[in-house]
């Protein structure tokens, strides 16, 4: 009785002659091997290859179980994030409220107390509204059935035409209108609709932490010295509650500080972009035309640039000079303008390619 090896090795090599990549008998034992090796790899290949791959495909595919994981963490995490925002600026007006204002109720003039009583409700004010609005409005999502309306290409995810400035989003699952970015802390997509009210949560809460920050500098440095002396010895007859206040005190200039820094940078970037007209998305893709056009000797302009007044306008929806004071300066719900489907171009710019 013939073996199982000798089975399998017959049916192999009946297989291998059916795709006339069996050598003939008498052929050395080097040229199996390669010949096996080279028919390994031809079904290997054929089972991705196809005339779109290329290595950020091949790239992308490795990655894609990372992506995957990452997104879905994102998805889940932004429930937390949210409520971190939330549970930390309560702190810190819970603290302004119960220890700051005592403090300034006692020993300020009454002009400074008016300040810092309608500037900082103001504050919170334009906090609250815009951190609520970038939370629950819909960035904007493009028709999924067929329209007129013009596209520049087609989602590969989504498999439905995308208009100009539309990007998939891996984490909420679907194309955006003019998206700049996934914000874990809004646990929300930074798109067409609630790009302002985004921005202008940036703003305010970074000049709400700046406020906090220089109006409770001297609270601080009392605070931290108290703190400090209590190490001495004797250590000074300080209360539980006096001892609460000064680590409360240190808690409220040390956050609103950190944030102040790190929301201001990002503040700043976004104000860069908006100047620009562009999106954080949009960044990236332009940079590289840039480049591109550049070796070409070509130069490449920005198909939504309005110039810089003009784009601010765009952005905060401002079509008379009143408007700066009721759409800006105060809470307002008025939707952006345009409908993040079609964008008008600068005429001397209509020959560059929409990005």
Known sequence: MRSWRWSVSRIMRLFLRWFRLCPRRGHRKRSRVRDLWNYGMVVLKSLYYNVQTNSDTVLDCMFEPIYWLVDNMTRWFGVVFVCLV??????????????????????????????????????????????????????????????????????KKCIVPKPARTHHCSICNRCILKMDHHCPWLN??????????????????????VYCSISAKDMFLDAYNAIESSYQTPPPAFTHQERMVHKSLVYLWVLTSSVAVALGALTLWHAILITRGETSVERHINRKERRRLKLRGKLFRNPYHHGRINNWRIFFGVEKGSDWLWRVLLPSTHPPLGDGLTWDCPAYKSSTTAI
């Open 188 to 209: 929300n997509c930074v798109g067409h609709f609630n790009h302002r009210y985004f921005f202008s949560f940036c703003l305010f809460m970074t000049m709400g932490c």
């Open 86 to 155: 939330m549970a930390l600026t309560s702190s810190v007006v819970v603290i302004v409220y119960l220890c700051v204002l005592p403090i300034i109720f006692s020993s300020y003039p009454v002009y400074w107390i008016l300040w810092h009583l309608c500037y900082g409700h103001w504050n919170l004010l334009m906090v609250v509204f815009h951190y609520y609005k970038a939370t629950t409005t819909q960035p904007g999502f493009p028709p999924q059935e067929k329209t007129d309306i013009p596209t520049v290409t087609i989602c």
